[in-house]
Nanobody, 128 residues
Framework: QVQLVESGGGLVQAGGSLRLSCAAS????????MGWFRQAPGKEREFVAA????????NYADSVKGRFTISRDSAKNTVYLQMNSLKPEDTAVYYC?????????????????????WGQGTQVTVSS
């Protein structure tokens, strides 16, 4: 059973930084893709970033490109999301997700349905 546990959320002022962590357990993740999504109140869950565990291929949402960085630590089975230059519109619950199989195609990896496992989420609030 795959388990994903997020941490690192909190309250930060606009322009500040946070680093989210996603500790993964229950499998060997070498064939998995790992993603970060977010959901603001009243809005759909949206893609933020993803990394392919095997070869470190990465993709970002246009809204976070240049500000957020996704990375992984194989020894710790942990995926990180470094968020810099935060804006009030980044306020949301951030979710870690994982999936396996299929192709690394942007149109697919943007979709929440392409991920079978989800964490419980961590709140990020950016004040103006």
């Amino acid at each position: 059973q795959v388990q994903l546990v997020e941490s690192g959320g909190g309250l930060v002022q606009a322009g500040g930084s946070l680093r989210l962590s996603c500790a993964a357990s229950g499998r060997t993740f070498s064939n998995y893709r790992m993603g970060w999504f977010r959901q603001a109140p009243g809005k759909e869950r949206e893609f933020v970033a993803a990394i392919n565990w095997n070869d470190d291929r990465i993709n970002y949402a246009d809204s976070v490109k240049g500000r957020f960085t996704i990375s992984r630590d194989s020894a710790k089975n942990t995926v990180y999301l470094q968020m810099n230059s935060l804006k009030p519109e980044d306020t949301a619950v951030y979710y870690c997700a994982s999936g396996t199989g299929g192709l690394w195609i942007r149109a697919l990896i943007l979709s929440p349905g392409y991920y079978a496992y989800w964490g419980q989420g961590t709140q990020v609030t950016v004040s103006s």
